[in-house]
């Protein structure tokens, strides 16, 4: 069993930064990859970062050149510093963990996670 905890969630506005922290416990032996998702009211869930056991990423298009993610296996975290926030990146973003692998299709990035957190919120606004 995974456990997950999310911080670093906050308002801030259009053109700010933040940054996303997750403490990682329990078992993690043999997780392939993890990573961070996000879901805002009324949309479907959008992976926004993901990283294998050998420090690859990945990224959809909507984030590009905004987002990063890194880990520490030393520590058991996970971070996402986001910069150049936009008010649609206004969401709850989860970190998760344990993954198979990963696809990108028409710029979005396909991952599906068997373990996630509570979430954090991040809002931007205009």
């Known amino acids: 069993q995974v456990r997950l905890e999310e911080s670093g969630g906050g308002s801030v506005q259009t053109g700010g930064s933040l940054r996303l922290s997750c403490a990682v416990s329990g078992s993690t032996e043999g997780i392939y990859c993890m990573g961070w998702f996000r879901q805002a009211p009324g949309k479907e869930r959008e992976p926004v970062a993901a990283i294998d056991s050998e420090g690859h990423t990945v990224y959809p298009d909507s984030v590009k050149g905004r987002f990063i993610i890194s880990q520490d296996n030393a520590v058991k975290s996970l971070s996402l510093q986001m910069i150049s926030l936009q008010p649609d990146d206004t969401a709850m973003y989860y970190c998760?963990?344990?993954?198979?692998?990963?696809?990108?299709?028409?710029?979005?990035?396909?991952?599906?996670?068997?373990?996630w957190g509570q979430g954090t919120q991040v809002t931007v606004s205009s």
């Open positions: 998760a963990a344990d993954c198979d692998g990963w696809g990108v299709q028409g710029g979005q990035l396909r991952a599906d996670f068997s373990y």
